[in-house]
Each structure stands twice: as structure tokens, then as C-alpha cells.
């Protein structure tokens, strides 16, 4: 291993950045839908031996930008998948998505390559070091212009329902920071001295604290009968039809249909996905009754559609969530406030618009307009519900209403979007850990799938694959006790952040600057 560790210290140039691309490549591999968790802990160990052969920030910087953009690069090559729904319009955007915007995610690696560069504590304070650095940029990437919290190193564990529990106390961003630790503790082994073997032992002891905390807590799990009885429609519709003006009677009848199979008459609750209607629903009275004869006696629906205000220049237009009683009776609403840039509406219009660009959803002539912000919707019948629509499942401070702790989450989606593989599977694993995070049951319904009842665990208790039709009926599962992460949110992540930031800086001396190599 000090062999190894000597040989990566040594490279420079296009051999280190190569090394860093592949070992980031590598990383990416132990997110959804691989869970190759493994892989995680043999590539961060790379970098910090790619990062001690630095002697200065600008190579630093480029040897944690390569890292990142490897990561980011296999990650999220899914999104070409939305420009080839239209690709007549969209296609020559591809290299763009699948290589810009990995290279622009990747800068806060960088920085934190470049800190550890400019600031080196010795030994395994430097690993502390780096660890809280790069959580830190995870943290910033979550809330930096608007925000992109994808993939963050925490979930690599959505594929371990025990090692998830974490996420209860500290939430996403302090699991990352936890699980980063971890990661580079092998790190050490390429490291003279005796007690070079202390870090990898200690994140093994860690590794089974970890573990056996989370089973503890799924071993006190309660039942998960009880509840009103859910049914999901997943009605498996293709994107490139679904905003053709010619099917969208077509596109309703079929969620009526899927929600009239048989065990109709014992659904509580009906949860259609994102825009399953492709019109403005409520202001088609028509339309609501045709939806309406497909709500069970007593039930309610809850289906995704835009949803307009105003008109000429006061246009407005909003991705929604409605319910709806037997009678056609409108009985509460949600806008989505945390819009996808691009997708949604265009940032900068008057300039990128100038050039050509326009958003992917062409549905609608003028962009999505935003709605107040998190909300806990109550009617009669229907325990009270935090809707999340497709993006906002992703940010972790914004799942539930301050004051206002509903029953269960409500995640709507439209994934047809992202692809048949890696981007529904990540969209999955990021909605489980907000289950987790709050102790509340989540109920996620997909056009193409994934559509899903999770508990308060972060638990799949039944699921439609992608590319299915079909639905999905299950009793809601309980809420649990309130959660430290519910109660103090990112509380306890700064705490360790404080922490690490102290520890790993004890009596350091900057080093001076040297040239790059």
C-alpha cells in the first residue's frame, strides 16, 4: 500500500488528472443504481494520495476537479435522456449537459483540493480535513444558485436499509460528512509509521456502530397495517406523448381505467403521478367530472396538473397538485415552488433566450411560475400530507412546512424524463432518505416509474418498476416520532463540522507556496 501510495504521490501533469477522472469514475459506481458501496472506499483513498504529491493550489484544484468530473460525468450521463425527447430542438445540447455541467459541479471539489493543498495538516488530520472540505461544498452545491444536491456522498447507502438510519439524526449532509470520513480512512495505509493503521480500524468500528444502531432502530420498527388504503396509478406513458395535444384524452382515460381495476371500492385515497393531466384540470369542468366518476365512494384524488392564473401579459402558469372529491369538488391545492432551471423555466432569459435557448417543457408558452414554498395540505378524510413535486424531493430542508408536521410525504413525478436506467434509481434513493430524515412514510407516484410506498424507515414496502403500468394499493403506513434531524435539522451537521474543522487544524503551520508539478 506504501508502494501504491508512493506511485500516485509521484504523478503529474495529464497522469494525475487521468488518475484522478478514473478513480472519480470509479466513486460514481457506488451510487443507484450500481451500490457498488465498495467502490467508494477505494477511490477517495486515490485522491488523497493524488492530492499529497501537490505542491501547490492550482494543481490541487485540478486534480479535485478531475476527480469530480469523473464522478459527476458517469453519475449523471442520464442527462441526455431529456434532450432526446425533442431532439430536433435539443440534441446539439447534449454534450453540453452530459460534460458542462459536470465540469461546473466539479469546481467545489476543486476548491476543497486546493484547501487541502494550501492548508496540509499531517497525518490523519489531514483526512479530517479534507473530509469536512468537501462536505461542506456538498452543503454549498445544495443551495448555490437554487441549488443541485444530486448524488450527495451519503447516499451511497440507500442501498443498506441500516447504514441509512444515520440520516434520522444528522440528515443527508452529516451522513455525507460521516461517510466521507470513512471513505478516506484506507488513506493511511499508504502512510509511514506504526500507527498508520489506527484510521482504517477505527472506521471499521465506526462502520459496525453505524450498522448496528440502524438495525436496532428496524428492529423497534412499528406495524405498517392500519392506515387508509392507497392506490398508485403508474400509467407507463411515453414523454414524446405525453404533451401532444391529440392524446391527452387518451392519456386521461387511461388513469381513469388503471384507477377503476379491480379493489377499486376499498381505495381511500387515489395518487395519480405528475401532470397526469396535461391541461389545466380545474378549469375544465367537464374534465373534473369525467375524472371524478373514477374517485371511489368517500375517496379523494390527488393527481399532478398545470394549473393557470390570469391572462395576456399577467399570465401565470403553475406545476400543481390538486385534490379532488367524488363530486368534482376542488378541496385543496399546491404549486410547486422549487422550480428546475432549464426544465421548468430559463434563467437569464433575456440573454440565453436571445441565443435560442428555451426550456425543455414546451407545454406551457411562458415559464413555470413559482409557488409560496412547503406546505402541509388537510382536508377531511385524508391525514394531512407534505406534497413534494419531482425536484423538490432532492432538497432536504424544504420536505416539510415549518410548524406544520404532516402525516406522510407525497412525492409526484414525472421520470419519463430522465431515462430508463441511472436517473429514476438516484431520483428513488434521494425521496428514501427524506422518509428517513423525517420519520414519515412517503407515498411516491411515478408516470414510467419508480412509483413506491416507503416508510418511515426509508423502506420499500412495494414498487412498480420503470417502464411498467400498473398500480399499487397499500395501506399508509404509520408516522413515527418526531426525529433529532425534524426537530434541529442541520444542526447537528454543523456541530460536526465545527468540530472537524478545529480537530484537524490543531497546531497547523501554512505551508509556504511552491510552485505546481
Known amino acids: 500500500m506504501i508502494a501504491l501510495a508512493s506511485r500516485l504521490r509521484g504523478l503529474s501533469g495529464w497522469r494525475r488528472w487521468l488518475a484522478a477522472w478514473l478513480a472519480g469514475a470509479l466513486a460514481a459506481t457506488a ?51 431529456p434532450m432526446l425527447v425533442d431532439p430536433v430542438r435539443f440534441a446539439w445540447m447534449i454534450p453540453f449537459a452530459v460534460t458542462g455541467l459536470p465540469a461546473l459541479l466539479a469546481v467545489l471539489p476543486g476548491i476543497a ?31 448555490l444558485f437554487s441549488g443541485f444536491p444530486w448524488n450527495l456522498v451519503g447516499y451511497v447507502w440507500t442501498g443498506h436499509d441500516a447504514m441509512m438510519q444515520g440520516a434520522a439524526v444528522l440528515g443527508i449532509h452529516g451522513l455525507s460528512l460521516i461517510t466521507i470520513m470513512l471513505a478516506t480512512a484506507l488513506a493511511a495505509l499508504g502512510d509511514e509509521g506504526p500507527r498508520r493503521w489506527a484510521p482504517p480500524l477505527l472506521a471499521i468500528i465506526a462502520i459496525g456502530v453505524l450498522w448496528l444502531g440502524g438495525e436496532g432502530r428496524l428492529t423497534t420498527a412499528e406495524a405498517n397495517a392500519g392506515g387508509p388504503v392507497i392506490r398508485i396509478v403508474q400509467p407507463n406513458i ?62 379523494h384524488l390527488l393527481t399532478g396538473t398545470p394549473r393557470i392564473e390570469g391572462e395576456g401579459e399577467g399570465l401565470r402558469v403553475f406545476n400543481s397538485l390538486i385534490v ?66 419531482c425536484y423538490e424531493a432532492i432538497f432536504p430542508g424544504n420536505a416539510v412546512a415549518m410548524g406544520m408536521r404532516p402525516a406522510w410525504l407525497l412525492g409526484i413525478t414525472n421520470d419519463a424524463w430522465f431515462g430508463p436506467d441511472a436517473g429514476p434509481a438516484q431520483h428513488l434513493a434521494m425521496a ?49 416520532s418526531p426525529t433529532p434531524f425534524s426537530r434541529f435539522g442541520d444542526r447537528g451537521f454543523l456541530a460536526l463540522v465545527l468540530l472537524g474543522l478545529g480537530v484537524s487544524q490543531l497546531g497547523l503551520r501554512r505551508e509556504p507556496r511552491q510552485q505546481a508539478h
Not at 484547501?115 to 469536512?132: E, I, K, M, N, S
Open 432 to 480: 428514501r432518505l427524506r422518509a428517513v430524515e423525517q420519520g414519515l412514510p412517503l407515498v411516491r407516484a411515478a408516470n414510467t416509474g419508480i412509483s413506491a410506498i416507503i416508510d418511515g424507515y426509508g423502506r420499500v414496502l412495494a414498487q412498480l418498476p420503470i417502464g411498467h403500468e400498473g398500480v399499487i394499493d397499500r395501506n399508509l403506513p404509520p408516522a413515527l
Open 31 to 81: 451510487f443507484a443504481p450500481w451500490h457498488i458501496t465498495v467502490a467508494l472506499f477505494l477511490a477517495f483513498p486515490v485522491l488523497i494520495w493524488l492530492l499529497d504529491g501537490c505542491r501547490s493550489r492550482r494543481a490541487g484544484f485540478a486534480t479535485a476537479w478531475a476527480f469530480g468530473l469523473g464522478c459527476f460525468m458517469v453519475s449523471l450521463h442520464w442527462l441526455a435522456y
Open 238 to 299: 411515453e414523454q414524446r406523448l405525453k404533451w401532444l395535444a391529440g392524446e391527452r384524452e387518451r392519456n386521461l382515460a387511461k388513469h381513469v381505467a388503471l384507477s377503476q381495476r379491480a379493489g377499486w371500492d376499498h381505495v381511500a385515497i387515489l395518487v395519480w403521478p405528475e401532470t397526469a393531466s396535461s391541461f389545466a384540470l380545474e378549469n375544465d369542468s367537464n374534465a373534473l367530472r369525467y375524472v371524478a366518476a373514477a374517485i371511489p365512494p368517500g375517496g
Open 324 to 389: 379532488v372529491d367524488e363530486q368534482a369538488k376542488l378541496l385543496g391545492r399546491y404549486d410547486k415552488h422549487h422550480l428546475v432551471p432549464f426544465g421548468e423555466y430559463l434563467p437569464w432569459r433575456t440573454i440565453l433566450g436571445v441565443i435560442g435557448l428555451d426550456k425543455l417543457v414546451s407545454s406551457s408558452p411562458v415559464d413555470f411560475s413559482p409557488g409560496p414554498g412547503p406546505a402541509t395540505l388537510m382536508t377531511d378524510s385524508i391525514p394531512p400530507f407534505s406534497p413534494l413535486i
Open 113 to 143: 483540493g486546493a484547501a487541502c493543498t494550501w492548508r496540509r495538516p499531517a497525518g490523519w488530520r489531514r483526512l479530517l480535513w479534507f473530509a469536512v472540505l468537501w462536505a461542506v461544498g456538498e452543503w454549498l452545491r445544495g443551495h
